[in-house]
């Protein structure tokens, strides 16, 4: 029996609720004003199969470091995907949905640890390490005319982008230049390089671009700590890598456009016929097709590396705490995300768009224990 989780109902099903034309999982709700199917029926289908396979290795060496290293091999096949890129247009309706999607994945965690007491002074390193990877084997794509805006063969998520080369000095700079099919230009908007070499600028010259956005390929962390009679200090780092950032956060990135407001960042960055190296493309109140195509100029590399946390800390002595009956008591000062290092231009890196910023904070406390 096929399972109504696992059909693709956002294209697939529709339902109209109450006449208002919304649509909704059809899994959810059967009382309404009704139910159909959008697309061309599927004769058959079946879930989704995964076969995985892994390997690992523990390892405990010299009486204090261990070591821990595992690998993954992921076959993930019977995908759901639209069947759209098989058929002609001239069907009349939505392609049908089948099983035809292949993922290829595959990966590795490293973990590492060291700790070492060598009298009154102990000490501990640590560290893991993983990498995800993904390939799209087959997904019934449409076919394309060009090899580099095809989705087979990149990672799931895979960025697509314009190559941006700068933006447009005058009118005779416009005139000289490939035409730019999605709107009109004018200087200080976005020039795109023409990948394919056919003379126009349009979706057959977009190119993959950095990684996924939602998802890094890479985490890693490491931690530390020295405590010497009582007297320490710990702390650790977190980081992620290949990870795609895109800077679409209204104001900030794109400002006035839709009546938002500007921030000084963009203003101060803007260009201008006496900046025409700047950050940003020209300041205007319209929609601008153009300039706002995911392109390079809007990417930006996500990875970071973040001091999560610090603390520095004293343990009273035993023989003072058992006076006063108690077992253990320390006095700390604890820090979280003091520090991070990254590319992402005054934003951090894990609180990207209309979010919530990220927060430091430092605190002094006294733990005890009877």
């Known amino acids: 029996m096929l399972s109504a989780e696992n059909i693709p109902y956002n294209g697939y099903w529709y339902a109209d609720l109450n006449g208002s034309g919304g649509g ?10 009704g139910s159909w199917q959008e697309g061309t029926p599927v004769s058959s289908g079946t879930v989704e199969k995964a076969y995985k396979y892994n390997a690992g290795l523990d390892m405990t060496l010299w009486k204090g470091l261990t070591l821990t290293v595992d690998g993954y091999y992921e076959c993930r096949s019977d995908i759901w995907v639209s069947t759209s890129g098989k058929n002609s247009a001239v069907v009349g309706t939505s392609s049908a949905y089948a099983n035809d999607g292949i993922v290829d994945s595959w990966g590795t965690e490293i973990g590492l640890d060291y700790t070492k007491k060598i009298g009154d002074l102990r000490f501990n390193l640590g560290g893991k390490f993983t990498l995800s990877k993904n390939k799209i084997i087959e997904m019934d794509e449409t076919p394309r005319a060009y090899a580099n805006t095809r989705r087979t063969g990149s990672q799931v998520g895979q960025v697509f982008a314009l190559q941006a080369i700068g933006y447009f000095v005058d009118q005779a700079d416009i005139d000289n230049s490939a035409p730019q099919q999605f709107e009109p230009v004018k200087p200080g908007d976005i020039k795109y390089k023409d990948v394919n070499g056919d003379g126009v600028i349009n979706e057959d010259d977009f190119v993959k671009m950095g990684y996924n956005e939602s998802y890094p390929e890479i985490f890693y962390a490491f931690d530390l700590g020295v405590e010497w009679k009582g007297l320490g200090v710990s702390a650790t780092f977190q980081g992620a890598g290949n990870y795609t950032a895109l800077l679409n956060t209204p104001s900030v990135y794109m400002p006035l456009v839709g009546n938002a407001t500007i921030s000084n960042h963009y203003y101060n960055n803007r260009w201008t016929p006496e900046t025409p190296n700047a950050r940003f493309p020209r300041l205007t109140t319209e929609g601008n097709d153009n300039n706002y195509m995911y392109n390079s100029v809007w990417l930006a590399d996500r990875s970071f ?15 003072a705490l058992s006076r006063i009956r108690m077992k253990q008591a320390k006095i700390y000062v604890r820090g979280v995300d003091l520090l991070c290092f990254d590319k992402i231009d005054i934003s951090d890196p894990e609180a990207i768009g209309n979010v919530y910023p990220a927060t430091r904070s430092v605190n002094i406390g006294f733990s005890f224990g009877f």
Do not use: A, T
């Not at 909704?24 to 004003?33: C, K, L, M, S």
């Not at 590396?305 to 023989?319: A, D, F, G």
């Open 24 to 33: 909704y999982p059809i899994r959810n709700d059967f009382g309404n004003d």
């Open 305 to 319: 590396l973040k001091l999560r946390n610090c603390e520095i800390y004293y343990k009273l002595p035993v023989s």
